[in-house]
T-cell receptor
Framework: EDKVVQSPLSLVVHEGDTVTLNCSYEVTNFRSLLWYKQEKKAPTFLFMLTSSGIEKKSGRLSSILDKKELFSILNITATQTGDSAVYLCAVEVEVNTGNQFYFGTGTSLTVIP | DSGVTQTPKHLITATGQRVTLRCSPRSGDLSVYWYQQSLDQGLQFLIQYYNGEERAKGNILERFSAQQFPDLHSELNLSSLELGDSALYFC??????????????????FGPGTRLTVT
């Protein structure tokens, strides 16, 4: 059975700290791994990592994909209160005629001023 | 604002009833996905449509059905509603369908969701 596991479940840090969020997966027909940020509303897209793009960076956020060990990490440096959210990891798999996305349960990040 | 719209925002109905949720994808997007998000289950993939055709099916109950119309908007129909169907239902869209084009990858963009409460 395809699955995506995120850790930790929740994290509380102080502003300025650096955090690392983990996502491991076990799927067949892997196509890509995506990170989303969800703040009590719709998930917003952060990164997509594929075989041809295993490292991404945008400002204070960065992510890597290890296809051999089947995991990804999302790093946030110099955290701010606005980073408080649930971070979701999703894995895209190819099925016969389309594609599916399996989501982890998320890591809830709280940044304290 | 992702460009994906969903209506209604909130829906309160009784057990046994039937409801229809509507989604309009971003302009130019051909693929539509439906998800259910509940507190205990997280975000669960229900079904995918591409240019009017069903392409992938996830954990969608037989009481639920969906379709995508020629103008690419999609509807999710939920019938014989139970208390456990109370959840946030998201629609997402993407430009293409990666599985059909091996070197192409398309991000999904989520709509604001419809909160369904079954009483």
């Amino acid at each position: 059975e395809d699955k995506v596991v995120q850790s930790p479940l929740s994290l509380v840090v102080h502003e300025g700290d650096t955090v690392t969020l983990n996502c491991s997966y076990e799927v067949t027909n892997f196509r890509s791994l995506l990170w989303y940020k969800q703040e009590k509303k719709a998930p917003t897209f952060l990164f997509m990592l594929t075989s041809s793009g295993i490292e991404k960076k945008s400002g204070r956020l960065s992510s890597i994909l290890d296809k051999k060990e089947l995991f990804s990490i999302l790093n946030i440096t110099a955290t701010q209160t606005g980073d408080s959210a649930v971070y979701l990891c999703a894995v895209e798999v190819e099925v016969n005629t389309g594609n599916q996305f399996y989501f982890g349960t998320g890591t809830s990040l709280t940044v304290i001023p | 604002d992702s460009g994906v719209t969903q209506t209604p925002k909130h829906l309160i109905t009784a057990t046994g009833q039937r409801v229809t949720l509507r989604c309009s994808p971003r302009s130019g997007d051909l693929s539509v996905y439906w998800y259910q998000q509940s507190l205990d289950q997280g975000l669960q993939f229900l079904i995918q449509y591409y240019n009017g055709e069903e392409r992938a099916k996830g954990n969608i109950l037989e009481r639920f059905s969906a379709q995508q119309f020629p103008d690419l908007h999609s509807e999710l129909n939920l019938s014989s509603l139970e208390l456990g169907d109370s959840a946030l239902y998201f629609c997402a869209s993407s430009e293409g369908i990666g599985g059909a084009e091996r070197d192409s990858h398309y991000e999904q963009y989520f709509g604001p969701g419809t909160r369904l409460t079954v009483t």
